[in-house]
């Protein structure tokens, strides 16, 4: 079950600010927002190479991931595959 999402991604990043926008509209999951550029260390040890990324938490075991500007459908694709589960 999805328990809570990390979204990495910076204030300059068009890409980032349309995920934004989008991860604004799920109420039901905690979702926590990092900038890059302040948590340089914290990307570098998730392995962040590109943005924006979102991952996927199951208590504190990352589940899955997803890179770029994704829809709505694409994260509650997610959502639904691992609630299922």
Same mark, same amino acid.
């Given at each position: 079950? !999805?328990?809570? !999402? ?10 980032? +600010? ?30 962040? +190479? ?10 504190? $075991? ?10 709505l459908?694409?994260? $509650? ?5 691992? $609630?299922?589960?």
């Amino acid at each position: 079950m !999805i328990t809570h !999402i990390e979204k990495y991604g910076a204030e300059w990043c068009g890409p980032c +600010r349309v995920v934004d926008a989008t991860l604004d509209q799920i109420t039901d999951i905690d979702v926590i927002r990092y900038d890059v550029d302040e948590y340089e260390d914290l990307a570098a040890e998730k392995k962040i +190479r590109s943005i924006p990324v979102l991952i996927f938490y199951d208590g504190d $075991n990352e589940v899955d991931r997803l890179v770029g500007a994704v829809s709505l459908e694409t994260i $509650n694709k997610v959502i639904e595959k691992w $609630n299922q589960q």
